[in-house]
């Protein structure tokens, strides 16, 4: 079992910067792949990103790739995301979610954080 907690959402400019971040709880954080989601109104949850359990691997979908970067530090528990040069169709809740193996399918994720909103504004 892992519970995972998002923070670091909120209003920001179209071409500023957020960093979300996503604290797990339990000793087995470095044994799981993580990922980033969003969802925004009326459209499905769709993945972002993933970190393979050692950070040594990561992917990407093609509307993150070049401006958001994931990392983590399995000392701090936390799984990171960077974004930049934001634009305001990265309006959307973001959820931050675990799973012991490679997925980039929402619904093969049994862990899942209560997600943060972040709204760009143009």
């Known amino acids: 079992q892992v519970q995972l907690v998002e923070s670091g959402g909120g209003l920001v400019q179209a071409g500023g910067s957020l960093r979300l971040s996503c604290e797990a709880s339990?000793?087995?954080?470095?044994?799981?792949?993580m990922a980033w989601f969003r969802q925004a109104p009326g459209k499905e949850r769709e993945f972002l990103a993933l970190?393979?359990?050692?950070?040594?691997?990561?992917n990407y979908a093609d509307s993150a790739k070049g401006r958001f970067t994931i990392s983590r530090d399995n000392a701090k528990n936390t799984v990171y995301l960077q974004m930049n040069s934001m634009k305001p169709e990265d309006t959307a809740v973001y959820y931050c979610?675990?799973?012991?193996?490679?997925?980039?399918?929402?619904?093969?994720?049994?862990?899942w954080g209560q997600g943060t909103q972040v709204t760009v504004s143009s």
């Open positions: 979610a675990a799973k012991g193996s490679y997925s980039t399918t929402p619904s093969t994720y049994p862990y």
């Open positions: 339990g000793r087995t954080f470095s044994s799981y792949y």
């Open positions: 970190v393979s359990w050692n950070g040594g691997s990561t």
